[in-house]
């Protein structure tokens, strides 16, 4: 984990690389990779997502779904 990842809130949020942000997967058996066309774009989705609103982020919707079952 790097500083700037203590700033993530989101419960799934597993790793972050150049660009790319990796979550908890729909199975225990895998993850969910989100691939960015630039390091900006991934940022600004960190910024706003994993560190802000992630209830809003549509990872987030698709997995809370598998504990609410």
């Not at 989100?34 to 989705?45: A, C, D, I, P, T």
């Amino acid at each position: 984990m790097l500083y700037e990842d203590v700033r993530v809130l989101c419960p799934f949020f597993v790793a972050r690389g150049k660009k790319r942000i990796e979550c908890e997967g729909i199975t225990d058996d895998c993850k969910t990779v989100l691939r960015f066309n630039s390091v900006g774009k991934k940022h600004q989705h960190r910024q706003v997502f994993c560190e802000r609103m992630y209830k809003n982020c549509e990872v987030y919707q698709m997995l809370i779904q598998k504990y609410e079952e």
